[in-house]
DNA sequence: TCTGGGGTCCTAGGACCC
DNA sequence: TCTGGGGTCCTAGGACCC
């Protein structure tokens, strides 16, 4: 058995453990840039606010509801997560960290798993001060659903356990084919279009027609909502394939130098995220583009060049990085458009230690590696961009919108929370 | 008029996830 | 004026090889 403990409307929560005046507010959590909606408190989804819903168009509702809006603050999230996650561990010795707010327990040989799911349940709400739901099933797809049947329904108190064939059979009957995990709009869709409007249905359907129409991906859904484990617990994290950073400007940029600046910052990031894991990339993708959402196509075309090459040799230093990275950047940039968006990706990983030594190399790799390990410290220390680059800019006009965050109460000394006595 | 067959590697695109 | 960011997996089709 399997058990999928999953923290409710995540971002949300997380701000509410550090304010207590927001209990019963309807709270809402932007994405970068503030861009839309990427998180709900009940109160807010009851609202009728959707996820994903750009900010700008539902900020009178928020106003007129007096709705709590914050920033995203991933220090924050990461933190909270780390300290559920610890305490997840307690229970079961395999966990899977399946995301930033959720995790498969193995509970083979464990008993009375109802006890057990409460008591997971109420012990992460008492040491961590957030709340969470948990589904018990033989296979990861039924452990969601379970999750999902706990979470929306209140009869459940945040648990369900679904261990034999008469327990689930009824709930898949109830339950929307979307909402399948491993189901989206498309495939959806295209179910609906066939008859297909319940999970039931769907894994009733005959192994030919789901291989044919989607592949041995939806094949193994179906299996696995009848019971039949088709997806192991994810133990240990296997190489990265790629490591991707991107964002979009606070403001539109035309300014090569600008775009520049930019670029060079999200390659550093990148750089630093490769030797956190001890990697070497060889391939780089460089992109960029205007606004697709542009009123008039006519005044602001719609441009979004990307380039991707190999670089002579695999490296994780930052200034070799940006050199290949602002060659492309130079290559694709057009003046005349209004940009909204870059970003870099890297591919091609290897562990450090594990490429092949190349003869011409004329690098002084040992030298690079010092001098990235004494920067990443400092600025791990400190505090991001205690150093950097000059060609990342020292007043970044383009950098990203976010005005309403909250204090980083767990990670950072100035936003440590005060209490008073009156 | 008929125009092989099978393998591998790569890329682009489409689907999904949180 | 204002629409997020970072991933994974699968398949089809083209290039190339023998």
Redesign the pocket.
Same mark, same amino acid.
């Given at each position: 058995m399997l058990a999928l403990v999953d923290c409710n409307n995540f971002y949300a929560s997380c701000e509410r453990v550090f304010d207590p005046k927001l209990k019963h507010r309807p709270v809402v959590v932007l994405?970068?840039?503030d +861009?839309?909606i990427?998180a709900r408190s009940q109160e807010a989804k009851a609202l009728g606010l959707q996820m *994903?819903e750009?900010?700008?168009k539902v900020k009178e509702l928020l106003d007129r509801h007096k709705v709590a809006v914050f920033s995203s603050n991933y220090a924050l999230y990461g933190d909270m997560s780390q300290r559920v996650m610890t305490v997840l561990q307690q229970f079961a010795p395999d966990v899977e960290i #399946?995301?930033?707010?959720?995790a498969f327990l193995d509970l083979d040989g464990f008993r009375d798993l109802p006890e057990l799911a409460r008591t997971i349940r109420e012990t992460v709400r008492q040491w961590t001060g957030l709340p969470v739901s948990v589904g018990i099933a033989p296979t990861k797809t039924l452990a969601?659903l379970a999750n999902d049947t706990a979470k929306k329904n209140p009869g459940y108190n945040g648990v369900c356990v679904l261990d034999t064939p008469e327990l689930w059979k009824p709930l898949l009957h109830e339950f929307e084919v979307g909402d399948?995990? *491993?189901? *989206?709009?498309? #495939? /959806?869709k295209l179910l609906n279009k066939h008859g297909i409007n319940t999970a039931l249905q769907f894994s009733q359907l005959p192994e030919t027609w789901l291989?044919k129409h989607m %592949?041995?991906?939806g094949a193994r859904t179906a299996k696995e909502l009848r019971g039949q484990p088709c997806l192991e617990l994810e133990l240990h994290a296997?190489l990265?394939? *790629?490591?991707?950073? %991107?964002?979009?400007f606070g403001?539109?940029i035309t300014e090569f130098t600008e775009l520049e600046q930019a670029l060079a910052s999200y390659v550093s990031r990148a750089g630093e995220?490769l030797r956190r894991e001890n990697l070497l990339a060889k391939h780089m993708l460089v992109f960029m583009h205007t606004?697709p959402?542009a009123?008039d196509a006519a005044k602001d075309p719609y441009y979004a060049p990307s380039l %991707?090459f190999a670089m002579p040799l695999h490296t994780n230093y930052t200034p070799e990085l940006i050199h290949y990275a602002l060659r492309a950047l130079k290559e694709m940039y057009r003046p005349g458009y209004r940009y =909204? /968006?870059c +970003?870099v990706?890297l591919t091609d990983l290897l562990p450090e230690g594990t490429e092949t030594l190349d003869l011409f190399d004329r690098r002084d790799t040992v030298k690079q590696s010092k001098l990235m390990a004494a920067m990443d410290q400092v600025n791990q220390k400190m505090g991001t961009r205690t150093l950097f680059y000059a060609g990342a800019g020292i007043r970044q006009k383009w950098s =990203?919108i976010a005005a309403r965050k909250s204090p980083s109460y767990t990670t950072d000394w100035q936003g440590l929370i005060q209490v008073k006595a009156v």
């Open positions: 994405s970068n840039n +861009g839309c990427v *994903g750009p900010y700008f #399946y995301s930033i707010d959720e969601k399948v995990w *491993g189901i *989206g709009p498309q #495939y /959806k291989r %592949s041995v991906v296997d990265k394939k *790629g490591i991707t950073v %991107s964002r979009s403001k539109r995220k606004s959402f009123k %991707s =909204m /968006k +970003g990706m =990203m």
